[in-house]
């Protein structure tokens, strides 16, 4: 392992973009412009309690591998929950916090998360388990996670030590359909008309929605957005949500070409909207909002529009988000998601290795009842 070694960063504008980009591509996520843009406009910082933590590993002086990574000092905004480990840590008089992941925060796509670019990949693979392990002691982490990784990668890391975790997500697949009623041709007949009746009520309510993308999106649209964001956050949550105006303007200077934003207009107005991005293969449908509760606008924002523009673009997936067991009726498959987990203290970590092979269990029972109720006419 002597032949590497290590260096820590505290803002992604430390890194040279087009060396990040090098090794970053997978997904709009790891961009560095979307990374930079969250940490310019403050919404990942010390005080938000995402401390900006990413780590380059070197080969003499060459990069051979990189990580973006946090210093957490609580668990929100991650959609990998280990709420439960926290309070188990307190009720012994413990601290779970800080701990550091390697993920995107406040989003639960998955996607490259150690990028290597060395001939022998397992060789970094332990030498970076090896120094997060040694910074958790250092530095008194409870641990060290990595969220929403691909399958590859958990398997390639996991050990005695390192506990790999499962979940599910629910994403559309495009199977060369030619328009919306060619996907409405492949559902069973309940659930198409099912389908056809929430759409007609978008029509009756005279709702109409615009696609914007690249450069005919300015900032005024993402200032419109901003508020529809923050204003359904405050309704749900109580809280503005983790984003901010900045974020969303910085996101339209240097990622235009990968944004998607649906305005849903009445009489001219604009009341809903959602922002999605968008790479060759994939549509990935991150956050809406609105001023009103109108009957089926979600659906037909956050779903059927995706659906119709992966069709129209010949776009292969749509990637919704975390959780919703609703999606699975308007056609979303069921799909692993896969995190890693080291805990420092080893009676916990013995703990815990316990509840993800239980939990393990019950999410490959979940995901087959689930593609049990999937509304596709059978082959």
């Known amino acids: 392992m002597s032949e590497f070694s290590h260096r820590w960063f505290n803002q992604i504008s430390e890194i040279d973009a087009a060396l990040w980009q090098s090794f970053f591509d997978d997904t709009p996520f790891t961009e560095h412009a979307f990374l930079a843009a969250l940490e310019q406009a403050g919404c990942v910082s010390e005080e938000s309690g995402w401390q900006p933590m990413h780590l380059a590993i070197y080969q003499q002086e060459q990069v051979i591998a990189l990580l973006p990574g946090y210093l957490k000092h609580h668990s929100y905004g ?58 958790a002691a250092q530095l008194d982490w409870s641990g060290w996670h990595i969220n929403f990784c691909h399958q590859q990668q958990a398997t390639a890391l996991t050990s005695d030590t390192v506990m790999q975790r499962h979940g599910v997500q629910f994403q559309w697949f495009n199977e060369g359909y030619n328009d919306f009623e060619d996907f409405l041709a492949s ?29 005919d999106i300015n900032k005024q649209h993402m200032q419109k957005f901003s508020h529809f964001y923050r204003q359904t956050y405050l309704k749900r949550s109580g809280h503005n949500g ?43 449908g991150r956050y809406w909002g609105t001023n009103y509760e109108l009957d089926s606008l979600h659906f037909e924002l956050c779903y059927y529009q995706g659906i119709e523009y992966c069709i129209t673009n010949k776009l292969k997936l749509f990637h919704s988000g975390a959780q919703g067991e609703h999606k699975i009726s308007r056609g979303f498959k069921p799909v692993n998601t896969y995190s890693l987990h080291h805990i420092q203290h080893t009676e916990f970590a013995a703990a ?8 393990r269990q019950h999410m490959a029972l979940y995901k087959a009842q689930c593609e049990s109720l999937l509304p596709f006419k059978q082959q």
């Open 187 to 215: 559902l069973t007949a309940r659930k198409r008309k099912s389908l056809k009746k929430e759409r007609a009520k978008i029509t009756e309510q005279q709702i109409t929605v615009e696609w914007l993308e690249g450069a």
């Open 352 to 359: 815990i290795s316990d509840f993800i092979t239980r939990e």
């Open 242 to 284: 983790y984003l901010n105006t900045a974020f969303f303007e910085l996101l339209q200077q240097s990622m235009a070409d990968k944004l998607v934003l649906m305005f849903a207009k009445y009489q001219g107005e604009v009341i809903a909207a959602t922002l999605s991005f968008k790479d060759q293969n994939c549509l990935y």
């Open 78 to 135: 991650e959609y990998v929950f280990d709420w439960a480990w926290a309070e188990a840590y307190q009720q012994h008089g413990l601290e779970y916090y800080p701990k550091w992941l390697c993920g995107v925060p406040f989003t639960p796509i998955a996607g490259q998360r150690i990028s290597i670019n060395h001939n022998k990949p397992a060789e970094v693979y332990a030498y970076i388990q090896h120094i997060l392990t040694a910074t």
